[in-house]
């Protein structure tokens, strides 16, 4: 099955800076890739997500690229603001009718005032 | 509020009792998944439905774990004889499962059971 790691564990950037999260997964026919942001004691939001026939998108301040060759997704934050603090998840879903998600372990952001 | 909703959000059981959860998913989503989300890791899948047909089961879903969803609406997830290591945030989210390719999953607010 499906397997997704993620790095950093944790993150911590001054306001202003960017921050960059990567994950890498296993299986080459995953053709689906969302990130979820989760703040504490609330639920997992989706914040973007990416097609893997699609190479990069943005959305504002957010943008994911892929690398099919290389089986790795990056988020990409600018303008980190103190609200963009929390635990962001990346997710693969395997190809062939599945729609279950395989998430990562989670990085914990902090953007500091 | 017409996100997907749990009940109840805190459960506190003894090891060997039995609990049981309920989903609501968002008004005419046809999918429903299950996932279990346990203190600095990710949500794991457990189980999804399409409509009332529960289509996948993962191997983390022990013989004492139940979920259905009878009408093609809400759902329940029931565990049986439960240890302690099944403390954890029993997450519920939902999909459109239109035909196409992107199909956003919707997160509750999760259920979270613990097990003395």
């Known amino acids: 099955g499906e397997n997704v790691e993620q790095h950093p564990s944790t993150l911590s950037v001054q306001e202003g800076d960017s921050a960059v999260i990567k994950c890498t997964y296993s299986?080459?026919?995953?053709?689906?890739f969302p990130w979820y942001k989760q703040e504490l004691g609330k639920r997992p939001q989706l914040i973007i997500d990416i097609r893997s026939n699609v190479g990069e998108k943005k959305d504002q301040r957010i943008a994911v690229t892929l690398n099919k060759t290389a089986k790795h997704f990056s988020l990409h934050i600018t303008e980190t603001q103190p609200e963009d603090s929390a635990v962001y998840f990346c997710?693969?879903?395997?190809?062939?009718?599945?729609?279950?998600?395989?998430f990562g372990k989670g990085t914990k952001l902090s953007v500091i005032p | 509020d017409t996100g997907v909703s749990q009940n109840p959000r805190h459960k506190i059981t003894k090891r060997g009792q039995n609990v049981t959860f309920r989903c609501d998913p968002i008004s005419e989503h046809n999918r429903l998944y299950w996932y279990r989300q346990t203190l600095g890791q990710g949500p794991e899948f457990l189980t999804y439905f399409q409509n009332e047909a529960q289509l996948e089961k993962s191997r983390l879903l022990s013989d004492r774990f139940s979920a259905e969803r009878p009408k093609g609406s809400f759902s329940t997830l029931e565990i049986q004889r439960t240890e302690q290591g099944d403390s954890a945030m029993y997450l519920c989210?939902?999909?459109?499962?239109?035909?196409?390719?992107?199909?956003?999953?919707?997160f509750g607010p999760g259920t979270r059971l613990t097990v003395l």
């Open positions: 997710a693969g879903r395997s190809g062939a009718g599945s729609y279950q998600l395989t």
């Open positions: 989210a939902s999909s459109q499962g239109q035909r196409g390719f992107i199909d956003t999953q919707y």
């Open positions: 299986d080459s026919a995953s053709n689906y």
